[in-house]
């Protein structure tokens, strides 16, 4: 394979290749194998550890980021297995030290629990393990029955006083057990006048100045978060255009030209890779990791889609909506990003929608179209099928093609704008009403395409 460029890789032997390549220095059969698992690599809750070590062992960042991101996706389901009971100490302390966990804190003090009592770690470890929970989160009925007379509580006094502590603060009483929805964000404003393309409107709601990006990609562009990053792609100056701004050092570079041109396409991230999806010009899709060098094209919608709106769904992403064939739609289309294939739900939008824009909380998913429709719908994954319900519809006001929403806390927060004005209006999904309240201006002006959520630990 290395002295005559074939490639005989598959499902059977790509491992003992990979281990052969790596004793003997192959790189370049090394690639052929990455390439393969990149393509053909399907994650279960049964294996994203396997190839997460594996992963590791190989050096391969984005499969093991890939894996990693896949079991703490599914955190609840990889929990309720005892898989969690395999993890090393070392791997156990990576998953607790993540913000994004989209599962009720009560689940990962189980995992914990479960952990523990398997492997019997020392006094320190114990104690370590604990202060990573947010003990503060978790059901105080879960703690009594489940833990407060465990024997890592009974008998580590420094582990008691923790838990005593947690059950006499107020927030057990708050209603709120999850981590994910505890992180306050920040709103990074895709808010186009030249080379400013992006404006943060922070947890304290005030407005905080984002430097210039090195280029210009004209306007229409899309971004999607990723990590620490925002990553923006296409625009009508600079079609096959990829910046990218590090929200913690605050800096922008350049990345890897797209494959194709696009403008007024839309974005995903899932699996720790990043996705541009559709445009006026192209069917196609496009995969780029964090670590790799180029966009590669790697699904095909069959039609035109601009100013769609894309959700990820597990290892599935969503197209909703936009524009098909000069006409608004209703289509919802599936993109499996593990098989490569796109396929059309039988569920619809209950809107044909020239342009969509939204915010994603699942299983909650909130949209406002160009005619100012509101919607709300719930999107789950049920060992692979997509479900889709719709809960609700109603009417506001249209803000066009220059909007991008936020949902709070039952409502939606809209940055609208253009170069004469940019401001935010507040809408209560429940009571179908817009709230009467003045937010700060922006300081700059453009035209506004999306709003990125960000952590505030992460956007400091």
């Given at each position: 394979?290395s ?6 890789v598959?499902?059977e032997n790509?491992?003992?290749i ?7 220095q192959?790189d ?25 070590r ?5 050096n ?14 599914n955190?609840?389901?990889f929990?309720?297995?005892?898989n969690?009971?395999?993890l ?5 302390l ?8 989209k599962?009720k804190?009560d689940?990962?003090?189980?995992g914990?629990m479960?952990?523990?009592e ?10 370590h393990?604990f ?5 503060n989160l978790v059901?105080p009925?879960f703690?009594?029955e489940?833990v407060?007379?465990?024997k ?8 008691k ?6 059950m ?5 009483t708050s209603?709120?057990?999850s981590?994910f929805h505890?992180t ?7 808010q ?16 905080e100045?984002v430097?210039p990006?090195p280029?210009?990609p004209g ?5 999607a978060?990723?990590?620490n ?5 296409g ?7 990829t910046l990218v701004?590090d929200?913690c ?7 890897p ?6 403008y007024?396409?839309c974005?995903?991230?899932?699996n720790?890779?990043?996705y ?6 192209s069917n196609t899709?496009?995969e780029?990791s964090e ?6 094209v790697?699904?095909d ?6 100013h ?8 599935n992403?969503?197209?909703?909506g936009g ?9 919802i ?9 796109v ?14 824009t939204?915010?994603v909380?699942?299983p909650?998913?909130y ?10 719908v719930?999107?789950?994954d049920s060992?692979g099928?997509?479900k ?8 506001w006001?249209?803000f ?12 939606l927060l809209s ?5 004469t004005?940019?401001?935010i ?6 009571e ?6 003045i937010f700060?201006k ?6 506004v ?11 400091l």
């Amino acid at each position: 394979m290395s002295l005559c460029s074939v490639d005989l890789v598959n499902e059977e032997n790509c491992v003992n290749i990979l281990d052969a390549c790596e004793m003997m220095q192959l790189d370049n059969v090394k690639d052929l194998c990455h390439r393969y698992l990149k393509e053909s690599l399907v994650l279960n809750i049964d294996n994203c550890l396997h190839w997460w070590r594996l992963m590791n062992r190989y050096n391969a960042t984005d499969l093991s980021n890939r894996a990693v991101s896949y079991l703490t996706e599914n955190l609840t389901d990889f929990v309720e297995r005892e898989n969690i009971v395999h993890l090393s100490k070392t791997e156990l302390l990576e998953i607790l030290s993540k913000d994004d966990l989209k599962c009720k804190e009560d689940v990962i003090m189980k995992g914990v629990m479960q952990w523990l009592e398997r492997n019997n770690p020392d006094a320190d470890d114990v104690k370590h393990i604990f202060e990573m929970i947010r003990i503060n989160l978790v059901d105080p009925k879960f703690l009594v029955e489940n833990v407060v007379f465990s024997k890592f509580v009974l008998d580590h006094d420094s582990v008691k006083l923790m838990i005593t502590n947690a059950m006499r603060c107020q927030d057990l009483t708050s209603g709120c057990n999850s981590r994910f929805h505890n992180t306050r964000v920040d709103l990074f404003v895709l808010q186009y006048n030249n080379t400013s393309l992006l404006s943060c409107f922070t947890s304290e709601d005030t407005w905080e100045d984002v430097p210039p990006a090195p280029v210009d990609p004209g306007w229409r562009y899309s971004a999607a978060s990723l990590g620490n990053k925002i990553y923006i792609t296409g625009g009508d100056s600079r079609r096959k255009c990829t910046l990218v701004y590090d929200v913690c050092r605050r800096e922008w570079k350049t990345g890897p030209y797209l494959e194709e041109q696009r403008y007024w396409h839309c974005m995903a991230t899932t699996n720790s890779n990043v996705y541009a999806i559709g445009s006026k010009y192209s069917n196609t899709i496009e995969e780029m990791s964090e670590c790799d060098t180029r966009w590669q094209v790697v699904g095909d919608l069959k039609q035109n889609r601009e100013h769609a709106f894309a959700s990820a769904v597990g290892h599935n992403i969503l197209v909703m909506g936009g524009r098909c064939g000069g006409s608004g739609s209703d289509i919802i289309q599936c993109f499996n990003t593990a098989t490569r294939c796109v396929s059309n739900l039988s569920s619809r939008l209950p809107y044909r929608s020239v342009c969509v824009t939204g915010s994603v909380h699942l299983p909650d998913v909130y949209l406002l179209d160009y005619d100012g429709n509101v919607m709300h719908v719930q999107v789950t994954d049920s060992d692979g099928e997509i479900k889709i319900q719709v809960k609700s519809t109603r009417k506001w006001r249209s803000f066009e093609y220059r909007v991008g929403v936020s949902w709070q806390n039952g409502s939606l927060l809209s940055f609208s704008g253009d170069y004469t004005n940019c401001e935010i209006k507040k809408y209560n999904v429940v009571e179908g009403k817009e709230e009467n309240i003045i937010f700060p201006k922006s300081p700059k002006r453009g035209y506004v395409y999306g709003v990125i959520p960000m952590s505030s630990k992460t956007a400091l």
